[in-house]
């Protein structure tokens, strides 16, 4: 099994999916809030488990909106591969 890959503009998408700004991200991801400043401007190289430890944070941002809500609502994020990417957009 490959795992997917993730590019710094996965996280970037991810944080602004979940309205998440830098320190909550980095404290979601249980790294360093410079950690994900290195990342997005590409100065460190992108840990392989982070498309899946992104697929997690946008889980359980579904699960808080939905004990928030009450209710069961739509999955508001698409998961894609595009070119070996994993791609989001909101649904």
Known sequence: MTLPIATSDDLLSTMRVCG???T???DRLCVNPSTITNWRA????????????????????????????G????????????GGALTYRAV
Do not use: H, K, S
């Open 42 to 69: 590409n100065r460190t190289e992108l840990p392989r488990y982070l498309a899946l430890a992104l697929m997690e944070v946008l889980a359980e941002r579904r699960r808080e909106l939905d004990q928030f809500i």
């Open 71 to 82: 209710d069961e609502i739509e999955p508001f994020v698409a998961y894609e591969r595009c």
């Open 24 to 26: 909550e991200m980095a």
């Open 20 to 22: 998440f700004g830098l």
